[in-house]
Structures are given as C-alpha cells and as structure tokens.
C-alpha cells in the first residue's frame, strides 16, 4: 500500500479479495489511487503516514471488526475527519448501523453493492476532496507570498487564511455568502460589500445576495437582500462575460469614461470580480469606497480576485456537502 500524492486515495478495506476486487473494477478512474487493505490492521497502518478522500470499510471482518476500525480512525488526529462509509450484508444489524452513525460514518451501503449507487456516493467525497486540497494549495501559496509582502498585507494575509479555515468549516451554503461579506468588507477596509450568486448553471439570475456595510452605532449590518442585481449592466459584462475583476474610482473613471458607471452606484470607488472556479461562473462580489484611501490599489485587486476564488470553493464545498 502506497501514497500517491498526484492521485487521490480511496481507501477500500474488506478481508474478502473478491470483493476488493469488485471495489476497485466499479471505482477505478485515472485520477485516483486505490489502496487495498486486507484487514481494520492494515487500513490503520496507511493511514498512519497517508491521507485519504474516503474510507469504504466492511463491517464484518475477524479480528477487528469494521466497527471497531472506525473508533480507532476516529481516535487519531491525522484521520479523524475522513469520510467513512460501512459496506455490509447485514439487512438486519440496526445496532450496528446506529453505532456507526455514532462513530462518524457518513452512510451505510449493503451488499450486494450497485455499483452506480456506490459510485455517485463516492464521487461526492472526492471532489470534497479536491476542492480542500484547493484550499490547502492557496493557502501555501498565500504564506510563500508572505515573504514579499508589507507588514500591513502580512495582516490582512493572516486574515485571509483565518477566513479560510472558517468558510472551510461551514456547511450551510447561506452561510458561507454571510460570513464571506462581512469579512471580506472588513480585510479590505472598505465602505460595503456585495457577494452575489446565481440561482443554477446557465444563468445569471441571482438566487442570493449579502450586503455588508461599515459598522454603526447598531452594530455591524450583514443582511441578506433581494436576489436583484444593483450593477449596471456593463460592470456586469466585465466581470461575468470577461471574467475579470474591474476598478473605479474618480481618476480611472475620467480617463476610460466610466464616470457615468460611479455616478449611477453612487460610489467614489468601486472594485468588483467574478467568482468562478475550473470555468463555473457562480456570481459576483465588489467592494466600494475604500476607508483609508481614494481608491483601491493593484494589491487590493489581487487580493479581491483571491477572496473571490476562497469563497467559490467554499461555496461549492457547502453545496456539495448539502446534496451528499
């Protein structure tokens, strides 16, 4: 048993070889690895040293059982959180199904195994998978960037991977867009927020919007809005059509002849970018009238294009999540 960190593992353990077999000829796809574990000894001791997407684990095996495998996976730091779905023949064995629910499985499949059953489960757990790995990617990415980066973006980098690991951490898809808003205005420094998102695949109808303004003497306003578009219909076209983000501000506007663009968002800077991941447009988010500055900078571009990628991932990790 190997660790291949260009594929993604499965982890298949069952003592019977057959239907280890039968496993690998229903799961088996070029991006993934799958590792065979004849025994609950065996599966614990890759997972020692390896990560893997998913666990698909045989309750009923001599020695340590299924069951007791999982507490042992549970137990470790390492593998706490990885999705462990139990394969068994047992029609009957509602103790056994309830004490896995209670040890963190995620489902339940009997034998014998439809394939294409096991093959739509399992293929929500690996693109969870991807889509963390993303994340975790961004984040080494983000603290390379560190070395070159002012004290003053050093902060806001702290509290971009911050944000991260709390969007990474939310399953709620409403959630995420609430939590992104208000976090993104205040890393950004700027006056409000607007995060966007369609309603479905081919259309630019938004299904939800969050609005987050500067805090008041009320408190910080985070508030789910009206799913209809405040844009005009050119700022739109860059960010959706172009897929780029676009800034504005009094100066940028008189040269390029967007004055007319600020005056209709009654705004004296605008920052916008699209939120898309592998070619999947999900919406939108802008920023407008920086608080420390006349307008945004080159790095809060960049840093805009980064916030808007961290929360398509999370978006769609929520979503999936939700559909699992």
Not at 13 to 40: F, T, Y
Not at 229 to 248: A, G, H, Q
Not at 264 to 269: G, K
């Amino acid at each position: 048993m190997e660790c291949e960190p260009l594929k993604i593992n499965i982890l298949l353990v069952d003592d019977n070889p057959a239907n280890l077999l039968s496993l690998e000829a229903i799961l088996q796809a070029p991006e993934r690895n799958l590792v065979r574990a004849a025994s609950g000894k065996e599966a614990l001791r890759y997972l020692l040293d390896c990560d893997a997407s998913v666990i698909l684990l045989d309750v009923n095996m001599p020695g340590l059982d299924g069951l007791e495998t999982a507490a042992l996976i549970r137990g470790r730091e390492r593998s706490r959180d990885i999705p462990i779905i139990f394969l068994t023949a047992d029609r009957d064995g509602e103790r056994n199904i309830a004490k896995g629910y209670s040890l963190g499985a995620v489902d339940y499949i009997l034998k014998p195994i439809e394939p294409d059953i096991l093959q739509s489960k399992v293929a929500v757990f690996v693109e969870l998978f991807k889509r963390r790995e993303e994340v975790k990617q961004q984040a080494e990415l983000l603290r390379e960037q560190n070395i070159e980066l002012e004290n003053a973006n050093l902060q806001r980098l702290g509290r971009l991977v911050e944000l991260g690991q709390q969007l990474a951490a939310e399953r709620d898809p409403s959630r995420v867009l609430e939590t992104f808003c208000h976090a993104a205005r205040d890393i950004m420094g700027a006056e409000q927020c607007c995060v966007g998102v369609f309603a479905g695949e081919g259309t630019c109808n938004l299904g939800r919007r969050y609005h987050s303004r500067t805090p008041t003497l009320e408190g910080a306003a985070c508030t789910e809005e009206p799913p209809s578009s405040p844009l005009p219909e050119k700022i739109l076209d860059v960010l959706i059509n172009e897929r780029r983000p676009l800034r504005l501000d009094k100066n940028r506007a008189a040269n390029n002849g967007h004055q007319s663009l600020l005056r209709a968002l009654v705004v004296s800077s605008f920052l916008g970018a699209p939120i898309f991941l592998s070619e999947k447009v999900f919406g939108w988010m802008y920023l407008t009238d920086k608080l420390d500055a006349a307008e945004f900078s080159d790095a809060d571009e960049r840093l805009a294009v980064t916030l808007a990628t961290q929360v398509a991932v999370a978006y769609e990790n929520a979503r999936l999540y939700t559909e699992a």
